[in-house]
Structure formats: C-alpha cells, structure tokens
C-alpha cells in the first residue's frame, strides 16, 4: 500500500490544502492526541473531526474507511489520505521544526511501524480508558474542529 492513498474527488468539508485529522472522539488516548495537536500546532495547520461526528462520518466514507470500526487514526488533504503510521508521519511533518527529528522513524519498515501502530490501537481503550461520549471542545478551541463541536 502506498503512502497515501488517492480519491477521485477533494475531501468534502475541507477548503484547498487543508488538512484534517480524524480521531476516535470516545478514545482518552485519541483526545490526548488532538489535545497536543492543539497545544504545539500554533501555526493552525491541523484540524480536527471525531470519527463519530457528521463531518467524520462523511470524510470516513470520502475515503472508503470502515464508519463503525474505528481502529485507525486518519489524516486527510485534498484528494488524499493517510492512515495508521503514515497518518502520524503526516502530522509530524505538520508539526514546528522541533518536532520534525521524530520523522526520522520513518525510516523503520511500514510493516513493523503499522504493527507497532495496530496493537497499541487495538488495545487502546484497555490500555487508556474511554469516555461515555465525545467530549466536546474547549469554547477556545471549537475553530480547530471542522464545524461546532467535536461529534
């Protein structure tokens, strides 16, 4: 599988060059993930839409991803997209320079990267704990999500 996979069409919701990225709105791991994407991406690069949200939703089935199996975190710009550890990768690049040394992980084998990504994935509820629902965002944070609230 390629690094990024192809759509015929841009992503809806999205304006040109924008990048989303799709997480589990009930996963305690996934939430402290947008959290640190919202913490150190000052330039405003990312934005954010629960899996279990309308825009999710939509974005999930733009790509052909499964809209109730939600084991993957996704990364989506344009007419392209980006799952498991590409879809990290993705962010990382992203991300302020300090960060970017990270990208050098890459460098490890797709197969041992996703594998890493898929148990700690798999696992994450047991390992992290979820929420009854998704929690919505701060009042200050609601413009990095794609539209009011996170689901």
Known sequence: MPASQTRP?????????????????????????????????????????????????????????????????????????????DAVFEIIAQLPAGWRPLGLLRGIPRPIRDWAYDRIALNRYRLFGKYDTCLLPDP?????FLKEGAC
């Open 140 to 144: 200050d944070h609601e413009q990095r």
């Open 9 to 85: 069409s841009p992503a809806p919701f999205l304006k040109p060059g924008e990048t989303v990225v799709l997480f589990d709105g009930v996963c305690k791991l996934c939430n402290g993930w947008a959290r640190f994407l919202i913490r150190h991406d000052r330039q405003r690069r990312v934005r954010l839409a629960a899996v279990q949200s309308p825009e999710g939703q939509a974005l999930l089935a733009w790509a052909g991803l499964p809209l109730d199996q939600f084991d993957t975190m996704a990364v989506i710009r344009d007419r392209h997209y980006w799952v498991r550890s």
